[in-house]
């Protein structure tokens, strides 16, 4: 099926630099300076770049696809395919337009449930307010309020009702627990209030 065929490559698309990226250290930066014939030094922004131009155009046809089709689920592209619109969405900064849309289509298994757990996480973070999750990590300069000096933090962002969020993400589809998903993205997980992130960040209430 053509439509299937090109979600297929969507998805590819989303997931290409991001992989690169995510596999950058000190010792792939010169293998992949060489791959895409750029310096050592100018490797991580020329990918991002070349993401953000995937990602552009992604969200451009996913959102003539959804015009078209409604979501393109499970029925009608099979899986994978039926996860590239989510990824898309996902990454852009308009999930809210979109969101209703993901959940109507996880809870009629034309979606991973767990996959529209984690776009409802990203939101409620974006929008400053406690995921449910636990699947989103945020990384911010601190303030430490004793010395005034700033350092970098990487956190789990907060956790609404967090004592029983492993029940939530078990219930979602997720196989792990939000301690193992912290140390996955190499964060020791400590339960944190909003509040508490604003002190960290030395904003005023």
Not at 143 to 171: C, H, M, Y
Request: aromatic share 8%; proline share 3%; hydrophobic share 35%.
């Amino acid at each position: 099926m053509p439509l299937q065929h090109e979600l297929d490559s969507i998805l590819k698309l989303d997931q290409r630099y991001r992989e690169a990226l995510s596999i950058y250290s000190d010792k792939t930066a010169d293998s992949l300076a060489a791959a895409y014939h750029v310096s050592k030094e100018n490797v991580s922004s020329y990918l991002w770049q070349l993401q953000t131009k995937a990602d552009s155009s992604n969200l451009l046809r996913i959102r003539e696809i959804i015009q078209q089709y409604g979501y393109p689920g499970k029925t009608l592209v099979d899986s994978p395919a039926n996860e590239s619109a989510c990824m898309v969405i996902q990454h852009s900064n308009v999930i809210d337009q979109f969101l209703a849309l993901i959940k109507t289509a996880a809870e009629q298994k034309e979606l991973p449930f767990h996959l529209y757990a984690m776009m409802l996480d990203r939101s409620l973070m974006y929008n400053g307010k406690p995921q449910v999750y636990g699947t989103q990590g945020k990384g911010f300069q601190a303030l430490d309020s004793v010395t005034g000096k700033k350092s970098f933090q990487l956190i789990i962002w907060p956790v609404q009702e967090a004592a029983t969020v492993n029940e939530r993400r078990k219930a979602a589809g997720f196989k792990d627990t939000i301690e193992a998903n912290a140390k996955r993205l190499g964060i020791t997980y400590t339960p944190l209030t909003i509040e508490q992130v604003h002190k960290m960040q030395g904003k005023k209430e």
